[in-house]
């Protein structure tokens, strides 16, 4: 079960240190910002969000534990997205890979996650790997991509079906990751340039087209 930590009147439920069979579900596009790392002076970096279930650690309410990471969006080799997918994969890179990954088919796949607790006692993923038994699932939580460039579209005059789903899936994301695609060049280019008049959305299909049918699969499928 999940652990439950009070301090200052706040209460969060933490998932515990350790090996946990996550699922990923979600990933968010949160676009590029001008960040700072240590005594580095800022630079522009686009970030991505990862988040897993465990179906393994139920929250109060008996919905799964959901836990995220930040990644900069680089498959440098010396980038952090770069090495977790290595060992989630159990395999490295090859150079067509390298020319385009989807990260589209990260979402129905396990991962074997090693968490630990901050100094402030939250979870972390500290380490990736693959799990022994890989079987792409179906989640509990409805799977969601945020793509930012067909959101930005919404606004930029170049609405269509995938745009509308894309202002559809922003809404279940939560209020700090809004913020921070808000607070992304893309987006402020994209209502920069905003027509005088928005045009209407399309019909969309909703969030259950972003994401194809989970099939059982034997390796990795990205």
């Given at each position: 079960m999940a652990l439950k930590i009070s301090a200052e009147n706040t209460d969060f439920e933490v998932l515990e240190a350790g090996e946990h069979v996550?699922?990923?579900?979600?990933?968010?596009?949160?676009?590029?910002?001008?960040?700072?790392?240590?005594?580095?002076?800022?630079?522009?970096?686009?970030?991505?969000?990862?988040?897993?279930?465990?179906p393994s650690q139920p929250l109060a309410d008996g919905r799964p534990f959901s836990i995220s990471k930040k990644y900069t969006a680089s498959l440098n080799e010396n980038a952090t997205l770069y090495k977790d997918l290595v060992t989630w994969r159990g395999r490295p890179f090859s150079n067509e890979d390298l020319k385009g990954f989807d990260v589209s088919k990260?979402?129905?796949?396990?991962?074997?996650?090693?968490?630990?607790?901050?100094?402030?006692?939250r979870a972390r993923i500290k380490a990736i790997f693959k799990p022994d038994n890989f079987k792409i699932t179906e989640t509990v939580n409805p799977p969601?991509?945020?793509?930012?460039?067909?959101?930005?579209?919404?606004f930029n005059g170049k609405s269509d079906a995938?745009?509308?789903?894309m202002v559809e899936a922003f809404e279940t994301i939560p209020e700090?990751?809004?913020?921070?695609?808000?607070?992304?060049?893309?987006?402020?280019?994209?209502?920069?340039?905003?027509?005088?008049?928005?045009?209407?959305?399309?019909?969309?299909?909703?969030?259950n087209g972003l994401v194809e049918e989970s099939t059982d699969e034997v390796e990795i499928p990205f």
């Open positions: 996550g699922v990923c579900y979600k990933i968010i596009d949160a676009g590029t910002r001008e960040e700072t790392w240590k005594d580095n002076p800022p630079k522009k970096r686009k970030s991505i969000f990862v988040t897993w279930e465990v990260m979402v129905g796949a396990p991962a074997m996650l090693h968490v630990e607790h901050t100094d402030e006692g969601i991509i945020f793509d930012l460039d067909f959101y930005c579209n919404h995938e745009s509308q789903k700090w990751q809004q913020g921070l695609i808000h607070e992304s060049f893309e987006y402020m280019a994209a209502i920069k340039n905003a027509p005088a008049v928005q045009p209407q959305p399309t019909a969309s299909a909703g969030l």
